[in-house]
């Protein structure tokens, strides 16, 4: 069976960015996303969905 599901992060920072809608661009464009497989579980593909923030 194929499906999707969404998988929460809850991510704690601090930051030099004026804005905080900086910091959150950034992180959403540098950060490099694992999420391994199990022996039940096949990953086929990982994406963080951007969150449209205004500058």
């Known amino acids: ?7 929460l992060v809850k991510v704690t920072i601090k930051t030099t960015h004026s804005s905080i809608n900086d910091a959150i661009t950034e992180l959403q464009t540098e950060t490099v996303l694992q999420v391994s497989s199990t022996p039940n579980v096949e990953v086929l ?3 963080i969905i951007e969150l449209n923030t205004k500058n």
């Open 1 to 7: 069976m194929e499906d999707k599901i969404f998988l």
């Open 45 to 47: 593909q990982t994406k």
